[in-house]
């Protein structure tokens, strides 16, 4: 399984900015996907995750600002961030919980950077 995400960037404060993520592969199903994020050597956080039933759960920073979507059929995730601060620069990484013949497991992507300048 492959993960490719793309957006991401330079954006002043208060501005938006979107990321896409799409999964290729020998995918039998998708569950869970989402987008977590990491500054520097700090621990990854989440972000906000989308269930296969498209319930979603967002992280208390990012609550009310951004907005986590997903396409099934094309197997992609994106994730609408407004209102963006500076405390919003960091790498955007894009998980899935997906299953192929042989195994249920997770994938990340290869990380986007999205640097907000005040």
């Known amino acids: 399984v492959q993960l490719q995400a793309s957006g991401g960037g330079l954006v002043q404060a208060g501005g938006s900015l979107s990321l896409s993520c799409a999964a290729t592969?020998?995918?039998?199903?998708?569950?869970?996907m989402g987008w977590y994020r990491q500054v520097g050597g700090k621990q990854r956080e989440l972000v906000a995750r989308i269930s296969s039933g498209g319930n979603t759960f967002y992280g208390d920073s990012v609550q009310g600002r951004f907005t986590v979507s997903r396409d099934s059929a094309k197997r992609t995730v994106y994730l609408q961030m407004s209102s963006l601060n500076p405390d919003d620069t960091a790498v955007y990484y894009c998980n899935v919980v997906a299953l192929t013949a042989t195994r249920l497991d997770d994938y990340w992507g290869q990380g986007t950077l999205v640097t907000v300048s005040s």
């Open positions: 592969g020998n995918i039998v199903s998708i569950q869970g």
